[in-house]
């Protein structure tokens, strides 16, 4: 038996394994848990869709597609964008269809970093952006948000951060976990720095069709900002997509060439049956996402008001599907309170700690539950609260 651990990638071993897993795979053995931790729609894809999928199976379109994916979905990709950003996007030079949007983040990544180039990450943050820096050969710089801000991002402590050492900062809006969205005057406050500044945007955008108080701003509709950044987005959360793993990413053909590039070493092309899919929901799926969009509306709604009467206070989520609520009255540690709520009442929720540390305090729940699921959680949560007062 050889020893193995030396021959493992230094990089890889020093990375920690998705905190979120964790709590999955307790949650996975034990009955009778309502699981508030999974970051996926509750709604079964549109059978139209599927319909379009299972159809391209029965014609045989079984082959690889181009790499840079269907030329048809890549012009209902740029037509969608054009009505949602206001941006045009060449469909065979400025989109690459991807295997979902973490692969486009991955790309994204590896296009632009140099060894030691630094990446600012907005915490509480999606577990995978410091890690893919990481492994792309970069130093992931975290800004620590604030709850009394409803954890925005702040322009001066954005100019703080930056050293002559940054090349890129990851955006996300509505953003995982905490369903902050930051508006066009918020956006142009950010641009203004990061034109000053010559930087890149990897703007996560794959929550954009679930916001619910006011009208989504893309940042790339920013004066100027187009050419600077790479838009990340997919099909995952508001067509009720996960499982099909398929997103894209936009960005100016120098960019988009990189990118290629790798993709082409790495993965060849997107599954082609999920393409098909993908082209009938920009056509047809737009009806479906509004649905989903007032059911997530009425639920968060609900919740989030729940959670604040039962003591957990939490700011009322512009976008995406997740509440944020501080646990700090509790005198528990998020991890404690996860660990202990789950043991005690089978509520699966995450720690905010995995996140970053500005996520220590709080929980992520995921309001894409039933309202019956959503209402019982709630008696539980408000159960294990009052036993720690």
């Given amino acids: 038996m050889i020893e193995t651990s030396h021959y493992l990638s230094s990089s890889v071993k020093d990375l920690k394994p998705s905190g979120i897993r964790k709590f999955f795979d307790l949650a996975a053995g034990m009955e009778g848990v309502i699981s508030l931790g999974v970051g996926e729609p509750d709604f079964v894809t549109s059978w139209n ?170 940042f790339v509709s920013i004066e100027g900002m187009a050419d600077r950044t790479l838009l990340i987005s997919g099909f995952s959360k508001g067509f009720a997509m996960t499982g099909w793993r398929l997103g894209y990413v936009a960005a100016r053909p120098e960019f988009l060439s990189a990118m290629l590039k790798i993709h082409q070493y790495s993965m060849m092309c997107a599954p082609t049956m999920a393409q098909y899919a993908a082209i009938e929901a920009m056509k047809n799926g737009k009806e479906d996402v509004l649905h989903m969009k007032k059911s997530y509306k009425q639920r968060r709604n609900l919740f989030v008001s729940a959670l604040n009467d039962i003591g957990l206070t939490c700011h009322v989520p512009g976008g995406a599907f997740y509440a944020f609520p501080s646990i700090q009255s509790t005198n528990l540690t998020s991890e404690e309170f996860a660990e202990q709520l789950l043991k005690e009442e089978k509520v699966a929720v995450v720690p905010g700690s995995v996140f970053g540390e500005s996520g220590e305090g709080y929980v992520r729940c995921s309001y894409a539950s039933s309202l019956d699921q959503l209402q019982e959680a709630l008696k539980r949560m408000q159960r294990f609260v009052q036993s720690r007062s």
């Fill in 49 to 218: 869709i599927r319909e379009a999928c299972i159809l391209s199976l029965e014609q045989g379109y079984t082959s690889y597609t181009a790499n840079a994916g269907l030329l048809e979905l890549r012009r209902e990709i740029s037509a969608y964008l054009q009505e949602t950003t206001t941006v045009q996007y060449d469909p065979e030079t400025e989109l690459l269809v991807t295997v979902g949007a973490s692969q486009a983040l991955d790309l994204a990544l590896r296009a632009i970093i140099n060894p030691g180039d630094e990446v600012i990450v907005i915490e509480p943050s999606f577990v995978s952006y410091a890690a893919l820096v990481s492994l792309a050969g970069g130093v992931p710089v975290p800004i620590h948000t604030k709850g009394e801000m409803e954890f925005k991002l702040q322009p001066d402590e954005l100019e703080e951060a930056i050293t002559n050492k940054t090349k890129a900062i990851i955006l996300c809006s509505p953003n995982n976990p905490t369903g902050t969205l930051l508006n066009k005057e918020e956006l142009t406050k950010i641009a203004s720095i990061i034109e000053k500044y010559d930087l890149l945007v990897i703007s996560d955008e794959i929550y954009a069709e679930l916001t619910y108080d006011e009208a989504y701003s893309s």
